[in-house]
């Protein structure tokens, strides 16, 4: 069965520094990878997907993944955090359903 | 154009008691499927449908169920509410499968007492 890890519960980065939220997956095939991003409260907005292709995948406000076979990860990235980046992230690959991952909490410090 | 739509945002619930939830999927999406997600915890799957049939089910008690209608929305029943089953329960649609990335609703958040 497909399934991600998000090995950081919780990411503190000051405001301005670049960011890098970790997801690893366990599939034999090319899996489809998905991050999503969830404000307080909020539902879940989609930040980005990888079906095949270029490895390096563009998603909205700013942020991007790289796929990465040989390390069987798909880290999210952004070169600079603003304080509104400040949620919950998760990453995940569909299994029946999406299989979400526990979730990294990113912090923005001024 | 909508976005996936779920009624009500929020509600409070005793132990015992029945709950449904609504949602309306985006137009032309034919898939919802329902989550489960606790406080601290990623979204867990409980339902999917396509087409009126569903098509998986996740870790959860027969105390859930669902139903799709004709025009695509959905409803999701809690029987016997316990105080565990106090979360958000999240709602997404899309055109076909889970491969292609689902959108999601807002949420309900229920609370049980």
């Known amino acids: 069965a497909q399934s991600v890890t998000q090995p950081d519960i919780h990411i503190t980065v000051s405001e301005g520094a670049s960011l890098e939220l970790r997801c690893n997956y366990s599939y034999g095939a090319t899996p489809y990878l998905f991050w999503y991003v969830q404000s307080p409260g909020q539902g879940l907005q989609l930040l980005l997907k990888y079906f095949s292709g270029d490895t390096l995948v563009q998603g909205i406000k700013g942020f991007e993944a790289e796929f990465k076979r040989s390390q069987s990860s798909f880290n999210l990235r952004k070169p600079s955090v603003h304080w509104s980046d400040a949620a919950e992230y998760f990453c995940?690959?569909?299994?029946?359903?999406?299989?979400f991952g526990k979730g990294t909490m990113l912090l923005v410090s001024p | 154009d909508a976005g996936v739509t779920q009624s009500p945002t929020h509600l409070i619930k005793t132990r015992g008691q029945q709950v449904t939830l609504r949602c309306s999927p985006i137009s032309g999406h034919k898939s919802v499927s329902w989550y489960q997600q606790v406080l601290g915890q990623g979204p867990q799957f409980i339902f999917q449908y396509y087409e009126k049939e569903e098509r998986g089910r996740g870790n959860f008690p027969d105390r859930f169920s669902a139903r799709q209608f004709p025009n695509y929305s959905s409803e999701l029943n809690v029987n016997a509410l316990l105080l565990g089953d106090s979360a958000l329960y999240l709602c997404?649609?899309?055109?076909?499968?889970?491969?292609?990335?689902?959108?999601f609703g807002s949420g309900t958040r229920l609370t049980v007492v």
């Open positions: 995940a690959v569909p299994q029946e359903s999406l299989t």
């Open positions: 997404a649609s899309s055109l076909v499968s889970a491969n292609y990335g689902y959108t």
